[in-house]
C-alpha cells in the first residue's frame, strides 16, 4: 500500500475566543494555507485571520456598471433608433421611462454575475470532493466544535513542528488529515444516477398526472365557450352536421333586388323606368355620371373621353341609335355592360343606375333640342 | 479576548462649545429679526425650512431610539445617548414653532379666506385645511412626540442608577406603540408644513419622501456626534470603526431610500403627466430652478452614493465626517428645493439673498446648545442598559 499523503493538520477548540486568539497567532506565525472552520459566522474573524478585503466587490461594481450600460444601449436602440414610436407624447429617449430597467438589469447583472464568478474563481469550484468532508473533525465543527486546519501545501509545513505549534494553543484535539487512497466521484456512481434518474421520471409523471388528471380544473375563460351554435362551426343535431342551414329556395339577401337578365348582350325584353325625373334625382344623376360615365363619355355625353388614347373612345351618346334606346336598354348596358365597358352595378346602386338613366335623356334632349323645345324652355322660369 | 471595562468616567464637554453655541445661535437671533423685518415673506420661508430640519434632526433621531429597541439592536447601544441627545430637540419644537403660526398668512394660501372663497378645490380641503385646525394638529403632535420622548429618556436615564433589565423591556413596548403613531405624525406634519404651502398639489407618497429625509438628516447628525467625540476621546474605547460601520451602512441605505422615494414621487407624475400633478415639478423647472433640481440629484444621491458605496469607506471616520456634513447639507438643500419655488417672489427663479445663510447658521447653535446642555446633565454613556457589554464588544 503506498504511502499515505497529507492534506493537513487539523486542532479543534471549544468555544468561539480560544479559535479568534487562535487564529490571531496562526496568522501571526507566518502560514500561508491555512483555514478555520466554524460552525456559524464569528465577529472579529477577519481581522484576527487577517484577511485582506475582498476583491469581489470590484467584480461587482463592474458587472453592474456594464449591466446599467446594456439596458441603456438597448433602450436607446430600440426605443429610438431601430423602432421609434411616440409614447405618451415623450421624447424617444426620455430617461426617466428607462430607470426602472436600467436599475433591474444593473441588479440582477451584479448579483448573479457576483454569484457565479465567486463559485467561479473565489471558491474554486467545480471541487467534489474536498479531503476534509466526511472527517470527524468536519462533523465536529459543523456541531459545536471551532477547528483550525494547517494544510500540507504551506511553504513552512513541517508536521512535527506544525503538531508543537498546534499543540501550544491548547487545543481539545489534533488530528491530521490524509488524501483519500483513490478519488472517488459519488455523484458517478450509477445508483445514485439511477436514484437521480428515477426521482426525476416519478416527479415529473407525478406532477404531470396530478395537474392534468387529477386536479384539472378549466379556468375561467370569460364566457367565451356557450352552447349555442356559431358561423361556421359544426352541430350534430342536423343530420350533414353543418351548423350554418342552406337558404330556402328563392331566398333574397335583404335590400338586393335580383336583375334577371344579366349576362345577356341584346335582351329581348328590358325592365321599365321605375324613377320619375324630379330635381332631386336628376342632381343625383349628373353627380353620377360626371363621377362615373364622364371619365370616357364625356361631360356631355359626346364620347370625347379625359382617357388621352388609353383606350378606344366610346361612340357618342347622343347619335339616333343611343336616343332610340329604351331606358330600360341603357339600364342594362349599365348593369351589364358592353364591348369594352365593364359593369358598374358593384359602383353604382341601383337607384343611381335609373337616376344616370334620367339624367343622359335630359343631356340627350339638350344637345337634339328642336324649335318647340326652345319655345317650351322661355316659358319655364328658370332661377 | 481582552475584557472590557465597564467603569465610566464622565467627562465635561468643554465650554467653548456653549460659548460657540450662544454665539452663533445670537448671529441667527440678529439676523434673523432683522430678516424678518426686511423681507418679511423671505424670512418665513427661510424658517419654515429651519423648523422642518429641527422637526428632521429631533422626530428622526427619536425614530433611531425607537427602531433600536425594537429590533433589538446591540451595536447601537453605546452611541444611544447621543441619539437621545439630538431627539431632545422635540420639546423645544412648541416654542420654535411660534413664529411661523404668526406668520401663517405670508406662508399659506389657503389660510387667506377670501381665496378659498371660489376655489372650488380649496373648498374642499378647508374641512382639514383650517387655521383652527391647523394649530390643533401642530400642538397635539408635538404633545405626543414630546410625550414619548420622555417616557424614553426617563427608563433610559433610570437604568443608569438602577440597572433595571425591565426598563428596556417597558422602552420595547414603548417603541412597538411609537412606530405606527410616528408613521402617522410624519405624514401629517410632512402635508401640514410642506405640501400645502402649494395646496392645490398632492402626492400620496410625500410623507414617506419626508421621513426617508428625516432619517438622513439624524443618522448625519448622530454620525457626525460620534465621529467627533471618538477623536476627542469623550466616548468609551471600545467604540470602533465597526460601530461607524454600521451608522454609515445605515446612511448608505437610506440614501438608496432616498433617491428610491423621490424618484417614484416623480416618475408618475412625470408619465402621467396630468396637469393637477405635474405643475410641481414645472414650478421646480422654472428658470434656474432646473439647476437646483439637478444639483438635487447630485447633491442627495449621487455624491454621498459614491462616496459611501466600498466597504472601507463606510468605517473610515475621515469619509464617514465629511460625507455626514455633506448630508445635512443635503437634506437642507432638499427642504430648500421643496419650499422655496413656492415662494410668490421666487416662483420664476432664484435669485441670491444673505437670509438664506441666517437660519442654517442659528440651526447649527440651537442644535450644539440642546446637545451640550443635554450632555452637561447625562452620562454619554448608558451604562445600565443590558445590551452595554454586548454592544461594546460588537465586531464586524
Known amino acids: 500500500m503506498a504511502e499515505k499523503k497529507i492534506f493537513g493538520i487539523t486542532a479543534l477548540f471549544k468555544d468561539p475566543d480560544s479559535i479568534i486568539s487562535a487564529a490571531k497567532k496562526t496568522s501571526l506565525s507566518g502560514y500561508t494555507k491555512w483555514d478555520v472552520n466554524t460552525p456559524y459566522p464569528i465577529h472579529g474573524m477577519d481581522n484576527a485571520m487577517n484577511i485582506k478585503p475582498s476583491k469581489l466587490g470590484f467584480v461587482t461594481l463592474i458587472c453592474g456598471l456594464s449591466g446599467t450600460t446594456i ?44 454569484v457565479a464568478i465567486m463559485f467561479a474563481f473565489f471558491f474554486g469550484l467545480p471541487e467534489n470532493s474536498h479531503p476534509l468532508h466526511d472527517t470527524d473533525y468536519m462533523k465536529k465543527v459543523s456541531r459545536d466544535h471551532y477547528g483550525v486546519v494547517i494544510e500540507a501545501d504551506d511553504p513552512k509545513f513541517n508536521e512535527t513542528v506544525v503538531k508543537d505549534f498546534l499543540k501550544s494553543l491548547n487545543p481539545v484535539s489534533i488530528d491530521v488529515i490524509y488524501y483519500p487512497e483513490k478519488e472517488t466521484y459519488p455523484i458517478f ?76 348582350l341584346i335582351p329581348t325584353e328590358v325592365l321599365l323606368n321605375p324613377s320619375i325625373s324630379t330635381k332631386a334625382i336628376l342632381e343625383l344623376g349628373e353627380r353620377k355620371f360626371l363621377t362615373y360615365c364622364s371619365p370616357c363619355h364625356g361631360d356631355f355625353g359626346d364620347g ?73 324652355a322661355k316659358n319655364i322660369n328658370i332661377e | 479576548m481582552t475584557e472590557i471595562n465597564l467603569t465610566y468616567n464622565k467627562k465635561e464637554l468643554p465650554t467653548r462649545y456653549t460659548r460657540l453655541g450662544v454665539l452663533l445661535l445670537a448671529i ?45 439592536a446591540v451595536w447601537s447601544v453605546p452611541i444611544r445617548r447621543i441619539v437621545e441627545f439630538f431627539a431632545a430637540t422635540i420639546p423645544f419644537l412648541a416654542i420654535l414653532v411660534i413664529p411661523l403660526l404668526f406668520n401663517m398668512h405670508e406662508l399659506f394660501h389657503w389660510s387667506h379666506e377670501e381665496a378659498v372663497a371660489g376655489d372650488e378645490i380649496l373648498e374642499g380641503k378647508a374641512p382639514y385645511l383650517n387655521v383652527p385646525f391647523f394649530i390643533i394638529r401642530v400642538f397635539v403632535l408635538i404633545g405626543i412626540w414630546s410625550l414619548f420622548y420622555f417616557f424614553f429618556i426617563r427608563n433610559s436615564k433610570k437604568q443608569d442608577t438602577t440597572k433595571d433589565q425591565n426598563l428596556t423591556k417597558l422602552n420595547i413596548k414603548l417603541s412597538a406603540v411609537f412606530i405606527p403613531v410616528f408613521a402617522i405624525s410624519i405624514t401629517i406634519t410632512a402635508i401640514d408644513w410642506l405640501m400645502s404651502i402649494e395646496p392645490h398639489w398632492f402626492s400620496t407618497i410625500f410623507g414617506v419622501y419626508f421621513f426617508s429625509g428625516t432619517v438622513i438628516a439624524s443618522l448625519a447628525a448622530v454620525t457626525l456626534a460620534t465621529v467627533l467625540l471618538k477623536e476627542n476621546g469623550y466616548l468609551h474605547p471600545s467604540i470602533t470603526n465597526d460601530h461607524l460601520y454600521s451608522l454609515g451602512g445605515l446612511m448608505f441605505a437610506f440614501i438608496n431610500f432616498w433617491a428610491y422615494i423621490a424618484f417614484s414621487q416623480f416618475m408618475l407624475i412625470w408619465y402621467a403627466d396630468l396637469p393637477e400633478e405635474s405643475f410641481w415639478f414645472l414650478q421646480k423647472w422654472n428658470g434656474n430652478w432646473a439647476v437646483f433640481s439637478i444639483l438635487l440629484i447630485i447633491i442627495h444621491f449621487v455624491v454621498p452614493y459614491a462616496a459611501l458605496l466600498a466597504h472601507p469607506a463606510k468605517k473610515n471616520p475621515k469619509r464617514l465626517k465629511f460625507i455626514a456634513v455633506w448630508l445635512l447639507f ?6 430648500f428645493w421643496l419650499v422655496m419655488p413656492e415662494s410668490n417672489q421666487l416662483s420664476e427663479g432664484y435669485s441670491f439673498s444673505w437670509i438664506d445663510l441666517v437660519f442654517p447658521i442659528a440651526i447649527v447653535g440651537v442644535l450644539m446648545l440642546i446637545f451640550k446642555m443635554k450632555a452637561k446633565k447625562e452620562n454619554l454613556l448608558p451604562i445600565g442598559d443590558p445590551k452595554l457589554k454586548r454592544g461594546l464588544e460588537f465586531h464586524l
Open chain 1, 71 to 114: 439596458a441603456l444601449l438597448l433602450m436607446w436602440w430600440t426605443m429610438s433608433v431601430d423602432y421609434p414610436m411616440v409614447i405618451g407624447g415623450k421624447p424617444f429617449f426620455s430617461l426617466p421611462a428607462f430607470i426602472p430597467v436600467t436599475f433591474e438589469l444593473t441588479v440582477i447583472l451584479a448579483t448573479a454575475s457576483t
Open chain 1, 189 to 264: 456512481e450509477p445508483k445514485f444516477l439511477g436514484v437521480l434518474a428515477a426521482t426525476a421520471i416519478i416527479v415529473s409523471l407525478g406532477t404531470y398526472l396530478t395537474l392534468n388528471s387529477l386536479m384539472y380544473i378549466e379556468p375561467f375563460n370569460w364566457m367565451m365557450n356557450q352552447d349555442k351554435i356559431i358561423p361556421q362551426s359544426k352541430s350534430e343535431y342536423f343530420a350533414d352536421e353543418r351548423g350554418m342551414r342552406m337558404p330556402v329556395e328563392g331566398t333574397v339577401a335583404r335590400g338586393f333586388i335580383p336583375y334577371p337578365y344579366l349576362g345577356e
Open chain 2, 28 to 72: 441667527g437671533l440678529v439676523f434673523g429679526i432683522v430678516a424678518f423685518i426686511t423681507d418679511q415673506n423671505r424670512a418665513v420661508f427661510n424658517y419654515l425650512i429651519a423648523y422642518s430640519f429641527m422637526i428632521s434632526i429631533g422626530l428622526g433621531s427619536l425614530f433611531l431610539i425607537a427602531l433600536e429597541y425594537i429590533v433589538g
Open chain 2, 330 to 335: 443635503a437634506h437642507l438643500f432638499d427642504l
Open chain 1, 304 to 376: 370625347d373621353s379625359r382617357l388621352r388614347g388609353q383606350f378606344q373612345n366610346p361612340p357618342t351618346l347622343h347619335s339616333d341609335r343611343a336616343r332610340n334606346f329604351s331606358d330600360g336598354m341603357i339600364y342594362h348596358i349599365m348593369t351589364n355592360g358592353q364591348n369594352i365597358m365593364p359593369s358598374y352595378s358593384s359602383q353604382v346602386s341601383r337607384e343611381e343606375r335609373w337616376a344616370i338613366v334620367n339624367y343622359i335623356r335630359v343631356l340627350q334632349r339638350a344637345k337634339n333640342a328642336n324649335e318647340h323645345d326652345v319655345e317650351f
